[in-house]
């Protein structure tokens, strides 16, 4: 990487990312050069023009890279420069293929070609199968009344039905047992 840092552009021009950088406008100098110098992180604050005294830009430049919003600055500026180096990296591959005897030509052809949808095809085959409950309140009640045979407690009722749930399908349950059960006909005889 060269010693020689690009002029920086003009706010308009820049990512999002480097433009809504706030606060101290080094930051936004600080992250220009911290991509384009190599990521030579003190280097980059004495250029963003924060004091070297002792060495502190070292510490500047540490306590810079630890922050959220510039990171996001240097990943956006770091992403448009890779975009900008695409067409030195097809030149490149190109002089690759065009020589059989480099001994990644292979691996060449196959990146070229994978990367532009000529590689190798996979397939996954899925197959999915189950049983569907037509009717979920039913199936919901059958579940409450085996586990409650089967003495599950409380709490394992709610991580099933929910807390709400729980109290709603006890309810239908009651219900259901109450319709259920037989009526007998007669009269209540006092003795």
């Given at each position: 990487?060269?010693?020689?840092?690009?002029?920086?552009?003009d706010l308009s021009e820049l990512p999002e990312q480097l433009r809504d950088l706030k606060g101290?406008?080094?930051?936004?100098?600080?992250?220009?050069?911290?991509?384009?110098?190599?990521?030579?992180?003190?280097?980059?604050?004495?250029?963003?023009?924060?004091?070297?005294?002792?060495?502190?830009?070292?510490?500047?430049?540490?306590?810079?890279?630890?922050?959220?919003?510039?990171?996001?600055?240097?990943?956006?500026?770091?992403?448009?420069?890779?975009?900008?180096?695409?067409?030195?990296?097809?030149?490149r591959l190109e002089e690759l293929l065009d020589n059989p005897k480099h001994p990644k030509h292979?691996?060449?052809?196959?990146?070229?070609?994978?990367?532009?949808?000529?590689?190798?095809?996979?397939?996954?085959?899925?197959?999915?199968?189950?049983?569907?409950?037509?009717?979920?309140?039913?199936?919901?009640?059958?579940?409450?009344?085996?586990?409650?045979?089967?003495?599950a407690g409380r709490d394992m009722l709610i991580e099933t039905f929910g807390f709400s749930g729980?109290?709603?399908?006890?309810?239908?349950?009651?219900?259901?047992?109450?319709?259920?059960?037989?009526?007998?006909?007669?009269?209540?005889?006092?003795?």
């Open positions: 990487m060269s010693d020689i840092v690009p002029i920086m552009p101290d406008p080094r930051r936004r100098v600080f992250a220009w050069c911290y991509v384009f110098n190599g990521a030579n992180g003190a280097s980059a604050a004495r250029a963003a023009g924060y004091s070297d005294h002792l060495e502190g830009c070292k510490v500047r430049a540490h306590g810079l890279l630890q922050r959220d919003d510039v990171q996001e600055a240097v990943k956006a500026l770091c992403t448009r420069y890779l975009f900008s180096l695409a067409p030195k990296a097809i030149l292979d691996k060449a052809i196959e990146m070229a070609l994978s990367r532009s949808g000529h590689g190798e095809k996979s397939t996954v085959d899925v197959n999915i199968s189950g049983s569907v409950t037509l009717n979920h309140t039913d199936q919901a009640l059958n579940d409450l009344k085996m586990l409650k045979d089967m003495g729980l109290e709603r399908y006890e309810r239908m349950l009651a219900d259901r047992a109450r319709l259920a059960a037989p009526v007998i006909d007669g009269e209540v005889v006092d003795e």
